[in-house]
């Protein structure tokens, strides 16, 4: 997290790094997601997880690591409603180099 609010990842705050998705978390984005209980980024990627135990996910989707049963990269976040996830009550999730992994209430 720097000073003014956005948070940047693989040290990207130099000036000739112009990565595809470069700021993960704008002010913007944030005021998108209601009642979070957990925020995670990777390499290229977020993830939140609500307090109703959904999840949503953003940035390069290339590698498939967004969950959404697809490759494209979103630049806001979505939720996840392939692989059964909407059935289970995700309580904790994390976002690695180019995965994603999450947790439900019942393990």
Same mark, same amino acid.
């Given at each position: 997290?720097?000073?003014?609010?956005?948070?940047?990842?693989?040290?990207?705050?130099?000036?000739?790094?112009?990565?595809?998705?470069?700021?993960?978390? &704008? %002010?913007?984005? /944030?005021? +998108?997601?209601?009642?979070?209980?957990?925020?995670?980024?990777?390499?290229?990627? =977020?993830?939140?997880?609500?307090?109703?135990?959904?999840?949503?996910?953003?940035?390069?989707?290339?590698?498939?690591?967004?969950?959404?049963?697809?490759?494209?990269?979103? &630049? %806001?976040?979505? /939720?996840? +409603?392939?692989?059964?996830?909407?059935?289970?009550?995700?309580?904790?999730?994390? =976002?690695?180099?180019?995965?994603?992994?999450?947790?439900?209430?019942?393990?």
């Amino acid at each position: 997290m720097v000073f003014n609010g956005s948070t940047y990842v693989a040290g990207q705050l130099r000036k000739q790094d112009k990565p595809l998705f470069s700021k993960l978390l &704008t %002010q913007s984005i /944030l005021k +998108t997601l209601k009642k979070v209980s957990w925020i995670s980024c990777g390499f290229e990627h =977020c993830l939140a997880v609500t307090m109703s135990g959904s999840v949503v996910t953003w940035g390069y989707g290339a590698s498939g690591a967004l969950g959404h049963g697809d490759y494209v990269s979103y &630049t %806001q976040p979505k /939720l996840i +409603t392939s692989g059964g996830l909407q059935s289970k009550r995700i309580i904790y999730g994390e =976002c690695g180099g180019y995965h994603t992994g999450v947790i439900s209430e019942d393990g």
